[in-house]
């Protein structure tokens, strides 16, 4: 029903528009009676043996949704209801902005894939953490994090540090984001210098913590294998807890839409089909080089029930969706957990 007839309803609306109308739609519903409890039922499942711990925390279940979906810590309660094992909110930066200007988001369903260059449009941290201040136990929330995009470069590590001391408290784990392709700045940030001391004096700042909370570092598929090889080495000398595999792309490979359409979009950051293959490649990869000991966060390109058990096979401790939700619809989670009981 999702595919045949509620998507290609929602697809006459703009990606952007049809996101904030659905956020709404949801939150309001949550408010009437029972909404919840139903959507619960419907979308939810919970068995033990679908429980995975990893980096010491105890997950109800691996499949969770990406950052970029709920950007200001607005709704993740309410969308907890379509079965997320975990949420990752952001990316949020030190202060408030808007974003690259409108349009920004775009479909290409013959890809099923969206390329956005949304520019980090969020609320601020100070905002995220009054989202989050009365937040109930039970649902593991991550704080992805990342620069003010008119923070000059050799700021950029205040900016890191500022929203990591402001959401100690409140997200569970850390995902340090210096490889978004929207913010025009994604190979200065990818600098092995500028990685180091970004990374490394947030680990600084944990060391006086007396709770430790896990710390990772999101990579760019775009990155070869050296550069790979580069961050895993970094990770290592810091004792950066994971890595999530991966951010979207620049790239317009093997892509069916036209090429004149694709053209006309312009920059942005590529999500969905197009990206499963090297997303799983760059998993498969990093699990070889640490021998399976350095815990991966799999995402992008999980648009099928096949496509989250390879990132799994491939060395994903836990997954990510967000683009496969929008073109499979409030269901897709819920099969991919049943998938995996079988």
Excluded: W
Aim: proline share 6%.
């Amino acid at each position: 029903m999702y595919k045949a007839i509620v998507r290609p309803l929602l697809f006459l609306v703009s990606p952007e528009k049809i996101h904030e109308l659905l956020v709404s739609t949801v939150t309001v519903a949550h408010r009437l009676p029972l909404i919840p409890y139903i959507l619960r039922k419907m979308y939810c499942l919970e068995e033990p043996v679908l429980e995975k711990e990893f980096l010491g925390m105890r997950f109800k279940n691996p499949v969770g949704m990406a950052a970029g979906f709920d950007k200001n810590a607005s709704f993740y309660k309410e969308f907890s209801s379509f079965g997320f094992g975990f949420i990752e909110i952001g990316t949020i930066t030190p202060r408030p902005q808007p974003g690259n200007p409108k349009p920004r988001s775009f479909r290409l369903p013959k890809d099923k894939a969206l390329i956005n260059r949304m520019g980090l449009n969020n609320h601020g941290a100070d905002a995220a953490v009054e989202m989050l201040r009365n937040r109930k136990p039970g649902l593991i929330i991550g704080g992805n994090i990342g620069k003010n995009t008119d923070t000059p470069d050799e700021k950029a590590v205040d900016d890191f540090v500022y929203c990591f001391e402001k959401l100690y408290d409140f997200v569970d784990y850390f995902v340090v984001n210096i490889s978004c392709p929207n913010t025009g700045e994604i190979d200065k940030l990818q600098d092995q210098d500028v990685m180091t001391g970004i990374l490394g004096e947030i680990v600084a700042r944990r060391a006086l913590k007396s709770l430790k909370k896990p710390v990772l570092l999101k990579i760019s598929p775009d990155l070869n294998f050296k550069q790979i090889d580069e961050a895993l080495q970094i990770i290592q000398n810091l004792n950066i807890d994971g890595i999530v595999a991966t951010n979207t792309t620049v790239k317009r490979n093997n892509l069916v839409s036209d090429t004149g359409t694709v053209k006309s979009i312009g920059n942005g950051g590529l999500s969905g089909g197009p990206l499963t293959s090297r997303s799983t490649e760059v998993i498969r990869y990093v699990r070889e080089k640490t021998g399976g000991k350095l815990p991966i966060i799999g995402v992008g390109g999980i648009m099928s029930v096949k496509d989250a058990q390879e990132k799994l096979n491939a060395g994903a401790g836990l997954i990510q969706v967000y683009t496969g939700f929008i073109y499979e619809g409030p269901a897709f989670v819920k099969r991919i957990l049943r998938s995996l009981l079988k």
